[in-house]
């Protein structure tokens, strides 16, 4: 279907539209009344194409965005989906390696000395035993400082004997 919208209306004065100019004519009608008859008839023909083929491309456009609409959503719910499911994977990747997504503090490295409780202090931490408040105090700190394990004359040590 041609857009009538570009159709121009013929001329019904030559010689091709002669017929139809005499089927029109009579004692009344002259060849020139005959040829406005056909370009009035013509034009109200081509109106009613006009709002037709107006009616077709609005419903056409109005597809179109339907279409578009439909599939705009279904984008978007797609890639709702797929952010769901990174997200979900993300936290079950988190729940698996807690270490390895734990946070950082934002802190300076300490400039001076790091004071490490005493072995025996660390070795209760480990085992989630109770441990006396006394050995995270100052003193309690310069005394672990203090203790040089290596020094303890009452330490064990493996001694070499003669026969090996």
Known sequence: ???????VCPDFSSDDFAEARLQLTSNTVDDGQAARILATL???QN?????????????EDQMAR?????EAEEAAQKQCRLR???EAALMEERKK???KYAPVPDIEVPLGPVNIPAPYTTRKLKKGEYCELYFFTNDG????????PSVDDE??????ADNG
């Open 42 to 44: 013509w034009d109200i």
């Open 155 to 160: 330490a064990l040590t493996l001694l070499k």
């Open 66 to 70: 339907a279409l578009a609409e439909q």
């Open 97 to 99: 390696n807690k270490a």
């Open 84 to 86: 769901e499911e990174a």
């Open 47 to 59: 109106a009613k194409d006009i709002r037709r083929w107006n009616a077709h491309r609005e419903e």
């Open 1 to 7: 279907m041609n857009d009538p919208n570009l159709a």
């Open 141 to 148: 700190l310069a005394e672990a400082e203090a203790f040089n």
